[in-house]
């Protein structure tokens, strides 16, 4: 039988190459998409498939976590977890999806922009594979199966990237990018059905603690993605028509490479998360005091030098990736650089938090964070336009990390360290 990793050190390692091919993949399409469509054109694709990953990512990743959490914590369990979860996950998108395909025009609206339904309704699919697909990431990384949690990503990643490309080379555009968006993830789906075998199920696990667990979670991502992506949006909506798509394009291309440090802080996410929540059903306080410190010190370790390199050459960085076209955006990045830096920060210790079985404080948390961030934007796109946008999301994601900072240090008695051990 194949050796499965079980330590943190090996899952991380795992986690990082899937963030890494991950990044890579993402980096390729945005930087394609903004070369072959432009600033206006790819503002307008940022928001279109922007809404739809966020309505996929908050499905996934509720079902992700929760099932993640309660294979982690009872082996008696996981085949009961795991095959209850698929049949609610595929209703659940279905209803979703379903929703979404009927208010399109609805919610295009809310852009000043009534072509973007069409996009959201060709995005539709993405949703309907969303749940499957986080529940089969959840099995895997509550089994600390790192290696099947890695490809499935990897697949993904790179079927999207190819597919939307291609199609948008050929001449489809933004309706292109919606197509390989649906069908890269449906392959993936087929995908883990295969490689996944089915178990003897041992126990019987009660949906109803799924649902008091995932409610807070679910709410709880809903208002982290609309942190993450708030910004784009508001700029979009609030600026002037004449120039709203073309700032909206230079947003997405800042944002795009700064959400770089978000993503390699949630390949360690993603190796954390079982560990603590393991640690905390056990009662083991030693290591989930070990987990959260060095957590803590391998995130700043790694984001730190990303953080000062970007910011110091935002102006470069954009001409090189994007072109000469989004030089008008290099304030941009720098102000985003920091604010995504506080992003991660307050993602990790949410994370933390939440597998010490506390989704509820995580989420009155966020909500007060989005409210800041709202508040924040209405005031400053006013009067700095994109840029206001970026220091409206960075004061925000830093009242969120001190706050979970200083709930962590108060409850577990410390929070990082820069020593050896």
């Known amino acids: 039988m194949e050796k499965k990793p079980r330590h943190a050190g090996s899952g991380f390692i795992l986690m990082l190459v899937t963030q890494i091919v991950f990044l890579l993949s993402g980096f390729v399409l945005s930087v394609g998409l903004g070369r072959l469509l432009g600033p206006e054109m790819f503002g307008v694709v940022g928001v279109a498939m922007g809404l739809i990953l966020i309505i996929f990512n908050i499905q996934k990743s509720s079902f992700q976590q929760s099932v993640a959490k309660f294979t982690s914590e009872d082996p008696d369990l996981v085949e009961s977890v795991k095959r209850k979860s698929l049949k609610w996950s595929f209703l659940i998108s279905l209803v979703v ?4 395909f009927v208010f399109a025009d609805l919610i295009a609206l809310v852009f000043r922009d009534p072509s973007l339904g069409f996009y959201f309704r060709l995005g539709c699919p993405v949703i309907v594979f969303a749940g499957l697909f986080g529940v089969y990431l959840g099995y895997y990384g509550g089994t600390r199966k790192y290696k099947e949690l890695m490809f499935l990503p990897i697949v993904n990643s790179v079927l999207r990237t190819g597919l939307a490309l291609l199609l948008v080379f050929l001449g489809y555009a933004i309706g292109g990018v919606m197509v390989g968006l649906g069908v890269a993830i449906f392959i993936t789906v087929i995908f883990a059905i295969f490689i996944t075998k089915r178990g003897d199920v041992v126990g019987v696990f009660r949906m109803k603690k799924m649902w008091d667990y995932v409610k807070y979670i679910f709410v709880f991502l809903v208002l982290i993605m609309l942190l993450q992506n708030l910004g784009l949006y508001f700029v979009k909506a609030l ?3 004449d120039v709203a798509s073309l700032n909206a394009g230079y947003y997405n291309a800042a944002f795009s490479l700064a959400n770089i440090l978000y993503l ?5 996410c993603l190796t954390l998360f079982p560990l603590v929540s393991n640690s905390d059903f056990r009662k083991d306080i030693r290591g989930l005091r070990s987990y959260i410190r060095n957590g803590m010190r391998y995130t700043l370790l790694i984001l730190v030098p990303f953080v000062v390199l970007t910011a110091v050459n935002a102006k470069e960085i954009l001409e090189l990736v994007y072109g000469v076209d989004y030089i008008p955006g290099s304030l941009i990045l ?3 650089s920091f604010a995504l830096f506080a992003y991660s920060l307050f993602y990790l210790t949410s994370m933390i938090i939440s597998g010490t079985g506390n989704a509820k ?14 508040i924040l934007n209405f005031i400053l796109i006013y009067f700095y336009g994109a840029v206001g946008a970026a220091i409206g999301a960075l004061v925000a994601f830093t ?6 900072g200083g709930y962590i240090y108060g409850k577990y008695g410390n929070f990082v360290s820069f020593g050896l051990i």
Do not use: D, E, Q
């Open 97 to 100: 999806a379903f929703l979404v």
């Open 399 to 404: 009242i969120g990390f001190l706050i979970n």
């Open 334 to 336: 720098v102000v985003l």
């Open 361 to 374: 404080g995580i989420t009155k948390v966020t909500f007060i964070v989005l409210i800041v961030n709202v």
């Open 264 to 268: 390699i802080c949630s390949a360690l």
């Open 239 to 241: 600026m002037p028509v």
